[in-house]
T-cell receptor
Framework: SQQGEEDPQALSIQEGENATMNCSYKTSINNLQWYRQNSGRGLVHLILIRSNEREKHSGRLRVTLDTSKKSSSLLITASRAADTASYFCATDATGGFKTIFGAGTRLFVKA | EAEVAQSPRYKITEKSQAVAFWCDPISGHATLYWYRQILGQGPELLVQFQDESVVDDSQLPKDRFSAERLKGVDSTLKIQPAELGDSAMYLC??????????????FGQGTRLTVV
């Protein structure tokens, strides 16, 4: 079973706009990670946020974590056509080593 | 830059045949994962190794799937016999666990399996 659920399932925006994706999860976690996957390729790690952190930035990426709501959001600012990909959240549950993925948000950025 | 190596990249096999995938994790990474990803879905964990030991194989269909990591380094995932429903991308990932508190997983490019 999958721990996280991303929302929306699909998102289409114009280049230059911001894209926001959300992730909800079920159990207590040590950390939450976001990954990107281009079509037919492996996953690339984007950013990790620990359970005691509330917000983290990396370039055009901003991640927030609300452990009380068991949710996270990924914001991509000033999107580019190259950002077109699927984005997954993954969680490491407290007490375990597992990394469990959600079903992903498919982002399409139109040039 | 170190990366997770997987082979083959693509595999087409007939149903009822045996198929095997290979993964070489990043050097020094103790934890190795095999995931299956059906088109349009997220990766589903099949098996997790810590060194040469299986930590979790609860989602591995053990009647036809097997995985090994004999020396705690590279790993092989086998399917015998393959079924049409096994068509998917098989992803290998590794992490450096313990001490750092981070579990960033590094993924290989995957093996795309098509069963005909």
């Amino acid at each position: 079973s999958q721990q996280g659920e991303e929302d929306p399932q699909a998102l289409s925006i114009q280049e230059g706009e911001n894209a926001t994706m959300n992730c909800s999860y079920k159990t207590s976690i040590n950390n939450l990670q976001w990954y990107r996957q281009n079509s037919g390729r492996g996953l690339v790690h984007l950013i990790l946020i620990r359970s005691n952190e509330r917000e983290k930035h990396s370039g055009r990426l901003r991640v927030t974590l609300d452990t009380s709501k068991k949710s996270s959001s990924l914001l991509i600012t000033a999107s580019r056509a190259a950002d077109t990909a699927s984005y997954f959240c993954a969680t490491d549950a407290t007490g375990g080593f597992k990394t469990i993925f959600g079903a992903g948000t498919r982002l399409f950025v139109k040039a | 830059e170190a990366e997770v190596a997987q082979s083959p990249r693509y595999k087409i096999t007939e149903k009822s045949q045996a198929v095997a995938f290979w993964c070489d994790p990043i050097s020094g990474h103790a934890t190795l994962y095999w995931y299956r990803q059906i088109l349009g879905q997220g990766p589903e964990l099949l098996v997790q190794f810590q060194d040469e030991s299986v930590v979790d194989d609860s989602q591995l269909p053990k009647d036809r799937f097997s995985a090994e990591r004999l020396k705690g380094v590279d790993s092989t995932l086998k399917i015998q016999p393959a079924e049409l429903g096994d068509s998917a991308m098989y992803l290998c990932a590794s992490t450096a666990t313990g001490g750092t508190g981070t579990n960033e997983a590094f993924f290989g490019q995957g093996t795309r399996l098509t069963v005909v």
